[in-house]
Protein backbone atom coordinates (compact mmCIF):
# COMPACT_ATOMS: atom_id res chain seq x y z
CA UNK A 1 0.00 0.00 0.00
CA UNK A 2 1.09 3.73 -0.94
CA UNK A 3 2.49 6.01 1.87
CA UNK A 4 -0.12 8.98 2.83
CA UNK A 5 2.31 11.24 0.98
CA UNK A 6 1.78 9.09 -1.81
CA UNK A 7 -1.44 8.85 -1.73
CA UNK A 8 -1.92 13.20 -1.16
CA UNK A 9 0.09 13.69 -4.03
CA UNK A 10 -1.69 11.54 -6.03
CA UNK A 11 -5.32 13.33 -4.98
CA UNK A 12 -3.64 16.36 -5.42
CA UNK A 13 -2.17 15.75 -9.36
CA UNK A 14 -5.47 14.18 -9.84
CA UNK A 15 -7.20 17.41 -9.05
CA UNK A 16 -4.87 19.59 -10.90
CA UNK A 17 -5.04 17.98 -14.43
CA UNK A 18 -8.93 18.06 -13.96
CA UNK A 19 -8.91 21.62 -13.31
CA UNK A 20 -6.43 22.06 -16.07
CA UNK A 21 -8.54 19.56 -18.40
CA UNK A 22 -11.34 22.12 -17.63
CA UNK A 23 -10.53 25.44 -17.67
CA UNK A 24 -6.81 25.56 -19.84
CA UNK A 25 -7.40 22.51 -22.19
CA UNK A 26 -8.71 24.02 -25.01
CA UNK A 27 -8.26 20.91 -27.28
CA UNK A 28 -11.31 19.98 -29.92
CA UNK A 29 -10.57 16.41 -29.80
CA UNK A 30 -11.09 16.57 -26.11
CA UNK A 31 -14.08 14.77 -25.47
CA UNK A 32 -16.28 14.79 -21.74
CA UNK A 33 -12.92 13.26 -19.48
CA UNK A 34 -13.69 12.05 -16.40
CA UNK A 35 -10.64 11.40 -14.47
CA UNK A 36 -11.36 8.25 -12.15
CA UNK A 37 -8.09 7.57 -10.67
CA UNK A 38 -4.37 8.11 -10.16
CA UNK A 39 -1.73 5.92 -9.06
CA UNK A 40 1.58 7.10 -8.28
CA UNK A 41 4.73 5.08 -7.74
CA UNK A 42 6.40 4.91 -5.08
CA UNK A 43 9.38 7.14 -5.40
CA UNK A 44 6.72 9.38 -6.89
CA UNK A 45 8.54 9.10 -10.76
CA UNK A 46 5.81 7.86 -12.30
CA UNK A 47 1.77 9.17 -12.43
CA UNK A 48 -0.62 7.01 -14.01
CA UNK A 49 -4.42 8.86 -14.53
CA UNK A 50 -6.97 6.65 -15.49
CA UNK A 51 -9.72 8.51 -17.12
CA UNK A 52 -12.93 7.22 -18.96
CA UNK A 53 -14.85 9.00 -22.10
CA UNK A 54 -18.49 9.42 -22.31
CA UNK A 55 -19.29 8.59 -26.34
CA UNK A 56 -18.12 6.04 -28.83
CA UNK A 57 -15.05 4.43 -29.23
CA UNK A 58 -13.82 7.66 -31.75
CA UNK A 59 -14.37 10.30 -28.95
CA UNK A 60 -12.05 7.77 -27.17
CA UNK A 61 -9.42 7.85 -29.49
CA UNK A 62 -9.28 11.56 -30.30
CA UNK A 63 -9.46 12.04 -26.56
CA UNK A 64 -6.65 9.90 -26.18
CA UNK A 65 -4.86 11.79 -28.51
CA UNK A 66 -5.87 15.26 -27.03
CA UNK A 67 -4.19 14.28 -23.72
CA UNK A 68 -0.93 12.97 -25.25
CA UNK A 69 -0.67 16.26 -27.03
CA UNK A 70 -1.53 17.80 -23.96
CA UNK A 71 0.68 16.30 -21.40
CA UNK A 72 4.31 18.49 -21.36
CA UNK A 73 1.63 21.64 -20.49
CA UNK A 74 -0.35 19.33 -17.71
CA UNK A 75 3.00 17.81 -16.50
CA UNK A 76 4.51 21.87 -15.94
CA UNK A 77 1.08 22.62 -14.32
CA UNK A 78 1.56 19.99 -12.04
CA UNK A 79 4.99 20.81 -11.14
CA UNK A 80 4.65 24.09 -10.51
CA UNK A 81 1.31 23.55 -8.25
CA UNK A 82 2.91 20.65 -6.07
CA UNK A 83 6.53 22.45 -6.22
CA UNK A 84 8.65 19.46 -6.50
CA UNK A 85 11.77 19.37 -7.46
CA UNK A 86 11.25 16.02 -9.42
CA UNK A 87 7.82 16.41 -11.11
CA UNK A 88 6.34 12.80 -12.11
CA UNK A 89 5.88 11.77 -15.98
CA UNK A 90 2.43 11.76 -16.72
CA UNK A 91 0.76 8.60 -18.33
CA UNK A 92 -2.70 8.52 -19.33
CA UNK A 93 -4.43 5.21 -19.62
CA UNK A 94 -8.28 4.52 -20.39
CA UNK A 95 -10.15 3.05 -17.73
CA UNK A 96 -11.75 -0.54 -18.19
CA UNK A 97 -14.40 0.68 -15.29
CA UNK A 98 -17.02 1.15 -17.40
CA UNK A 99 -16.43 -2.61 -19.50
CA UNK A 100 -16.76 -4.21 -16.69
CA UNK A 101 -19.89 -2.87 -15.42
CA UNK A 102 -21.41 -3.19 -18.65
CA UNK A 103 -20.21 -7.21 -17.92
CA UNK A 104 -21.86 -7.19 -14.20
CA UNK A 105 -24.33 -5.67 -15.73
CA UNK A 106 -25.25 -8.10 -17.89
CA UNK A 107 -25.04 -11.03 -16.13
CA UNK A 108 -27.34 -9.73 -13.61
CA UNK A 109 -29.85 -9.85 -16.59
CA UNK A 110 -29.04 -12.93 -17.62
CA UNK A 111 -29.88 -13.90 -13.98
CA UNK A 112 -32.34 -12.41 -13.52
CA UNK A 113 -34.62 -13.79 -17.15
CA UNK A 114 -33.26 -16.89 -15.62
CA UNK A 115 -34.77 -16.48 -12.30
CA UNK A 116 -38.07 -15.45 -14.09
CA UNK A 117 -38.36 -18.42 -16.51
CA UNK A 118 -37.71 -20.68 -13.59
CA UNK A 119 -40.59 -19.12 -11.24
CA UNK A 120 -43.15 -19.55 -14.66
CA UNK A 121 -41.83 -23.38 -14.80
CA UNK A 122 -42.48 -23.49 -10.89
CA UNK A 123 -46.25 -21.76 -10.80
CA UNK A 124 -48.53 -24.04 -9.88
CA UNK A 125 -46.41 -27.18 -9.02
CA UNK A 126 -46.02 -28.83 -5.21
CA UNK A 127 -43.01 -29.67 -3.45
CA UNK A 128 -42.40 -33.45 -3.69
CA UNK A 129 -42.94 -35.53 -0.39
CA UNK A 130 -44.23 -34.15 2.67
CA UNK A 131 -45.50 -30.78 2.98
CA UNK A 132 -44.15 -30.68 6.04
CA UNK A 133 -40.41 -32.00 5.50
CA UNK A 134 -39.10 -31.39 8.89
CA UNK A 135 -38.86 -34.44 11.32
CA UNK A 136 -41.40 -34.82 14.69
CA UNK A 137 -40.31 -35.86 17.63
CA UNK A 138 -42.01 -39.27 17.97
CA UNK A 139 -44.90 -40.08 20.18
CA UNK A 140 -44.41 -42.47 23.24
CA UNK A 141 -46.00 -45.88 22.85
CA UNK A 142 -47.54 -47.63 25.48
CA UNK A 143 -46.80 -51.15 23.96
CA UNK A 144 -43.33 -50.82 23.75
CA UNK A 145 -40.91 -49.27 25.70
CA UNK A 146 -37.74 -50.60 24.85
CA UNK A 147 -37.86 -53.82 27.09
CA UNK A 148 -39.73 -57.23 26.03
CA UNK A 149 -40.75 -59.09 29.58
CA UNK A 150 -40.77 -62.79 29.70
CA UNK A 151 -43.66 -64.42 29.93
CA UNK A 152 -44.89 -66.33 32.42
CA UNK A 153 -44.14 -70.07 31.37
CA UNK A 154 -40.67 -69.94 30.16
CA UNK A 155 -38.24 -71.09 32.75
CA UNK A 156 -34.97 -70.75 30.54
Not at 82 to 91: A, D
Not at 135 to 144: I, L, M
Request: hydrophobic residues 40%; charged residues 35%; proline residues 5%.
Amino acid sequence: MASPRVRKIADRIQVIVAEMLERRIKDPRLGFVTLTDVRLTGDSQQATIFYTVLGADADLASTAAALESAKGLLRSEVGKQLGMRHVPSLTFVPDALPETAKVIDDALERARRADEELAAVREGKDFAGEADPYRKPREDDDEFDGFEEPAAGDDD
